[in-house]
């Protein structure tokens, strides 16, 4: 499983748009790129996944490169309600695991 | 939305003692996982689960540990001879399609595990 590097933590203001970014320089050519969130004592929860170039859906958008090796989740006009976790995950094709590293823990500020 | 429901929402047992943690995937989800998270740390694999059998295990998931999908709705994680440092969040979560195809797992919202 490709390695992922995250900021620990940002903070931002409501209403800004955020970007996260993170790294994963060993991803290989059947890997995908997963986001989740985290609030505290909850779950994690899906946020969007993305094989290249630019992925948008309801909640964020997802931008990766042409050589993937890093990606940036997009979160327009943050709520304090989005201070969260957020995980970078690489996924495989046919895995069946996730592999959660720390995160970047976003803090919106009012 | 359809979610996963886990239960207990907590529980507390004296170090020794078997625990069961339950779940209720979505009704049409085919993959089922057990999650957990000890407090201020990552989230770790455990266990995928699916037509009714263990698909893949961590290096976590060893002989005290144990799950079960007894009927068509539930899916249980026990622990046997819980010891202090068992005592984590435990998620359980499900899926409809393999993780590295869709993504996405839905996960509950967690049976937190405090082992005295």
């Known amino acids: 499983l490709a390695k992922t590097t995250q900021p620990i933590s940002m903070d931002s203001y409501e209403g800004q748009e955020v970007n996260i970014t993170c790294s994963h320089n060993n991803i290989a050519t059947n890997d995908y790129i997963t986001w989740y969130q985290q609030f505290p004592s909850q779950g994690p929860r899906f946020i969007i996944q993305?094989?290249?170039t630019k992925v948008t859906n309801e909640v964020a958008s997802l931008f990766i490169p042409a050589d993937r090796k890093s990606s940036t989740l997009s979160l327009p006009r943050v709520s304090l309600s989005d201070t969260a976790v957020y995980y970078c995950l690489v996924v495989s094709y046919g895995n069946n695991r996730l592999a959660f590293g720390k995160g970047n823990q976003v803090v919106v500020i009012p | 939305e359809p979610e996963v429901t886990q239960t207990p929402s907590h529980q507390v047992t004296q170090m020794g003692q078997e625990v069961i943690l339950r779940c209720v995937p979505i009704s049409n989800h085919l993959y089922f996982y057990w999650y957990r998270q000890i407090l201020g740390q990552k989230v770790e694999f455990l266990v995928s689960?699916?037509?009714?059998?263990?698909?893949?295990k961590s290096e976590i998931f060893d002989d005290q540990f144990s799950v079960e999908r007894p009927d068509g709705s539930n899916f249980t994680l026990k622990i046997r001879s819980t010891k202090l440092e068992d005592s984590a969040m435990y998620f359980c979560?499900?899926?409809?399609?393999?993780?590295?195809?869709?993504?996405?797992?839905?996960f509950g919202e967690g049976s937190r595990l405090t082992v005295l």
């Open positions: 979560a499900s899926s409809a399609g393999l993780a590295g195809v869709t993504g996405e797992l839905f």
């Open positions: 689960f699916y037509n009714n059998e263990i698909s893949e």
């Open positions: 993305g094989y290249k």
